[in-house]
């Protein structure tokens, strides 16, 4: 059976890498030479919910690039707040995209019936030219489920682990 020992570059890469970690932010303690290991057993729990099958279309869609995923979290946080939300708001909230790419975005997501054109919850709008934007009952289903998924997996790691 092949032994496997990591090349004398590979121990200071990964030394270098563990010694900028913070560490100390962990809710367990764990030391810098056990931490990979652990790490690694957080890795395979947590993989299972970044696994979308065809069931959860809003969230492939969501989270297929970054531009997309800071584009629904905050029309997510502005619905959950019962706040209004809108391209223009949204394009001011995430300077380093451009109106146009924001705002065909969001017209790719009410498309695909993703984002629904529905007034905030909580605050009635005054200006009846602001359009709000709110992601759909389905999206709102597959996003939570998805966070509950991910905090039962960190559950199970910090069981697991005896922590």
């Known amino acids: 059976m092949l032994q496997k020992t990591k090349n004398p570059e590979s121990i ?13 932010k962990l809710p367990f303690k764990t030391s810098m030479d056990n931490f990979c290991g652990v790490y690694i057993d957080l890795i395979e729990q947590l993989r ?24 629904f979290l905050l ?21 380093e995209y451009s109106y146009k790419t924001v705002a065909q975005i969001v017209d790719e ?6 984002f629904i054109n529905l ?20 999206l709102t289903v597959e996003f939570i489920n998805w966070n509950i998924d991910i905090i039962t997996s960190l559950a199970q790691f910090v069981k697991k682990q005896n922590f």
Not at 48 to 71: A, H, T
Not at 109 to 114: A, E, F, P, R
């Open 109 to 114: 997501g009410i498309t695909k019936n993703l």
């Open 48 to 71: 299972v919910s970044f696994k979308y099958e065809d069931d959860k279309p809003g969230m492939q869609w969501c989270l297929k690039n970054i531009k997309r995923f800071k584009v």
């Open 119 to 138: 007034p905030a919850r909580l605050k009635a709008s005054h200006d009846l030219k602001i359009r709000n934007i709110r992601p759909s009952e389905d």
């Open 12 to 24: 200071k890469r990964e030394n270098r890498i563990v010694k900028r970690l913070n560490l100390s």
């Open 75 to 95: 029309i997510f946080e502005a619905n959950e707040l019962g706040n209004e939300i809108y391209k223009e708001s949204i394009s001011n909230k995430l300077p």
